[in-house]
């Protein structure tokens, strides 16, 4: 598994190498000491794992994680409480605090070697660059921070230059226009319904027609969405109906 470590205190990534010393399947593709050079190496190396400081020159961790497209799983290393901690309970493989504990690495290594981590949390990349469309997402939306599986969003509204994101009972909101997303979704999953939304073509539990060629679309746990009736020559085309 390829693991690129970010921190800017040498002496940390030092002995951070030094424990994962004891993980031949771990393989330390680079290390950089601040924003930008993590930028450049994590979409140079598409790692599959980041080892990633909090507190750093420059900006913070989770300003990387909004400027890159390939976002791996990330462990969190940092030398702070769990005021920083808090905001990824339920998002972060795994948070250790410094100095690191081997034991702790141990546990967060054993998350990111388990099948369901490998299943369940997919790597991004830009179209372009490989046969893979982005899966995964990291959301800052004012003080909460999400990391989404877009999988799991059955609905995506634009809203002026933003998108809406209807996943499970959350509705982070993404800081780039539909459009830019939509380049870079799978057209398998995901469906251009009209002018303002995709939908998630899973989460599709029934559809009905409408007046004017229109199609009326209901959604598994979400709302009714409307497909346009250009979009719904194309969705009958693509859905064989």
Same mark, same amino acid.
């Given at each position: 598994m390829k693991a690129l470590i970010v921190d800017d205190e040498p002496l940390a990534r030092r002995e951070l190498r030094r424990l994962l010393a004891d993980f031949d399947w771990i393989e330390i593709v680079g290390e950089a000491g601040n924003i930008n050079e993590a930028q450049k190496a994590a979409e140079e190396l598409t790692p599959e794992l980041l080892f990633l400081d909090i507190q750093m020159p420059g900006g913070s961790g989770f300003d990387l994680l909004t400027r890159i497209e390939h976002v791996p799983r990330v462990i969190f290393t940092t030398a702070y409480?769990?005021?920083? #901690? !808090?905001? %990824?309970?339920?998002?972060?493989?795994?948070?250790?605090?410094?100095?690191?504990?081997?034991?702790?690495?141990?546990?967060?290594?054993?998350?990111?070697?388990?099948?369901?981590? @490998? @299943?369940? #949390?997919?790597?991004?990349?830009?179209? $372009? !660059? $490989?046969?893979?469309? #982005?899966?995964?997402? %990291?959301?800052?939306? $004012?003080?909460?921070?999400? %990391?989404?599986?877009?999988?799991?969003?059955?609905?995506m509204v634009a809203e002026g230059n933003y998108v809406?994101?209807?996943?499970?009972?959350?509705?982070?909101?993404?800081?780039?226009?539909? @459009?830019?997303?939509?380049?870079?979704?799978?057209? =398998?999953?995901?469906?251009?319904?009209?002018?303002? =939304?995709?939908?998630?073509?899973? %989460?599709?539990? @029934? #559809?009905?027609? /409408?007046? /004017? /060629?229109?199609?009326?679309? =209901?959604?598994?746990? $979400?709302?009714?969405v409307e497909i346009s009736r250009r979009q719904a020559r194309l969705f009958r085309a693509q859905m064989s109906v």
């Amino acid at each position: 598994m390829k693991a690129l470590i970010v921190d800017d205190e040498p002496l940390a990534r030092r002995e951070l190498r030094r424990l994962l010393a004891d993980f031949d399947w771990i393989e330390i593709v680079g290390e950089a000491g601040n924003i930008n050079e993590a930028q450049k190496a994590a979409e140079e190396l598409t790692p599959e794992l980041l080892f990633l400081d909090i507190q750093m020159p420059g900006g913070s961790g989770f300003d990387l994680l909004t400027r890159i497209e390939h976002v791996p799983r990330v462990i969190f290393t940092t030398a702070y409480d769990h005021h920083a #901690v !808090q905001a %990824f309970e339920v998002n972060a493989l795994d948070y250790l605090l410094k100095p690191i504990e081997p034991e702790r690495l141990a546990a967060a290594l054993s998350r990111a070697r388990a099948p369901s981590a @490998s @299943s369940s #949390v997919a790597t991004s990349r830009v179209i $372009g !660059q $490989g046969s893979a469309f #982005v899966e995964r997402l %990291f959301i800052r939306d $004012g003080s909460r921070c999400w %990391f989404v599986p877009l999988r799991e969003v059955c609905l995506m509204v634009a809203e002026g230059n933003y998108v809406r994101l209807h996943w499970n009972d959350a509705r982070p909101l993404l800081a780039r226009p539909l @459009s830019s997303l939509e380049e870079r979704l799978d057209p =398998q999953r995901y469906f251009r319904a009209n002018r303002r =939304q995709i939908v998630n073509l899973e %989460f599709i539990e @029934s #559809v009905e027609m /409408g007046n /004017g /060629g229109l199609l009326h679309a =209901q959604l598994r746990g $979400g709302p009714e969405v409307e497909i346009s009736r250009r979009q719904a020559r194309l969705f009958r085309a693509q859905m064989s109906v």
